[in-house]
């Protein structure tokens, strides 16, 4: 970036590394970055070995969108590239509209790559994005993680999230559009001050005579990235020594636990929360930091669906049995995404949380050396108004409950974010 044209194609190539996949999913919405994206892979990958498919997801939040969605579908057929427009149906509720959008794009897009059997899906975010990202995190003193700003990959709903334009500036793809002919549209909010983003851009503008520039923003980002990477392997080395699943629940060592330093305990302490409520992102630091002081210091902290227990010994992180007292399945089936209850007769059963009034119907319960606020969001059998088994309270009665995830996944997540 110093003013010396790049082969951005190359550096695109580069991004794939050895490991090729057979098919590969380009999100183009029609501006400059993706449909760059688009014109670069086709470039990279015309000599066959990977089949490439587009989509472009329509929110159906501005008139102009339907179109811009034919011009992105046009742009892809005249390189012969499989296009599909994935629409927003649901819309959007009370609430953050660009948080919501974002989560539906993706959603969408991983959605219709799992349907084609597409294992990778490639993302137009640039350094300007990463730059911006990192600019917002510091001004809510982000730590580690958020300063590390967007990962080149990330798995989204079992598809790989791939962006090999973090290190390439919009004005680099701004001149490669020019220099190809090729045309693309400018999504109007991006000049809507009411958007964080679009008053940070503006900002970033007054910063790089300063020599804070959106390279400088971005390799800022891969420094802590690589720094997330060391503190990730010593938390893994930490759970291994001081945690386990039990219940569906985490499990930690209470006095090993305080004797971590305190970036560690937290980190473990956020994997832990994110692992069981199944969450895409880490709580918020200032509640984490509550939840964090309360397993030092043997109390309890409830939050993002999930419970804090310590005992004389033990931390406890669980399912909240509010979270999951809505939660209604039949035998063998999923339960909260995560247990299954197998058995005898099903006829009349139902599978839901065993709550405190089952709780008090089995007599054993204390016999597992589970907390009852564990025991309490977990799936018991019912006929109606009698519970019939509550396989983790100890009330088997010939059925068994199985948790989808297991241990050894758990310390894998430490590692995969």
């Known amino acids: 970036m110093t003013g010396v044209r790049r082969d951005i194609r190359s550096l695109v190539r580069s991004q794939f590394r050895s490991a090729l996949p057979d098919r590969l999913g380009i999100a183009v919405s029609g501006g400059g970055d993706s449909m760059a994206l688009l014109h670069l892979l086709h470039d990279c990958f015309a000599s066959g070995g990977v089949e490439l498919f587009a989509a472009t997801v329509d929110h159906g939040l501005r008139p102009e969108a339907a179109a811009e969605a034919e011009a992105a579908g046009a742009a892809a057929a005249r390189l012969c590239i499989s296009h599909e427009v994935l629409r927003w149906e649901d819309g959007p509720q009370e609430g953050n509209l660009q948080n919501q959008a974002r989560q539906a794009r993706y959603d969408l897009l991983t959605g219709w790559a799992r349907r084609h059997g597409i294992p990778v899906l490639a993302l137009g975010h640039t350094a300007d994005d990463q730059a911006e990202t990192v600019l917002m995190r510091m001004a809510r003193a982000s730590g580690v993680t958020g300063l590390s700003g967007m990962a080149e990959r990330r798995t989204h709903n079992g598809v790989t999230l791939l962006r090999p334009l973090l290190d390439v500036t919009r004005r680099e793809l701004r001149e490669y559009l020019e220099s190809h002919g090729i045309a693309w549209f400018e999504d109007p909010s991006n000049e809507d001050s009411r958007f964080e983003r679009v008053r940070v851009r503006r900002a970033l503008e007054e910063l790089a005579p300063l020599g804070l520039t959106p390279a400088v923003f971005a390799r800022i980002a891969r420094n802590m990235a690589k720094a997330r990477e060391a503190l990730d392997w010593y938390v893994f080395l930490a759970a291994r020594d001081l945690a ?43 509640p984490m930091e509550k939840a964090v002081l309360a397993a030092r210091n043997g109390g309890s902290a409830t939050l993002a669906g999930c419970r804090l227990v310590t005992t004389s010994k033990q931390i406890w992180i669980c399912r909240e049995f509010n979270s999951v007292r809505g939660e ?29 009034n089952g709780l008090q119907l089995c007599p054993d319960w204390r016999a597992a050396g589970v907390p009852g606020a564990v025991l309490q969001a977990t799936p018991a059998l019912w006929r109606g108004g009698e519970l019939a088994a509550a396989p983790a309270a100890g009330l088997a009665n010939g059925w068994s409950a199985e948790t989808a995830g297991s241990e050894e996944e758990f310390f894998a997540s430490l590692l995969s974010h």
């Open 244 to 286: 386990h699943v039990q219940a569906g629940a985490v499990v930690l060592c209470q006095r090993k636990f305080r004797t971590l330093p305190s970036e560690i305990s937290h980190r473990l302490l956020v994997r832990a929360f994110q692992w069981i409520s199944g969450a895409a992102y880490p709580p918020r630091r200032v």
């Open 328 to 356: 209604v399945s039949l035998p063998g089936q999923a339960w909260d995404g995560k247990w299954k209850i197998y058995g005898g007769d099903v006829k009349g059963c139902e599978v839901r949380a065993l709550g405190q």
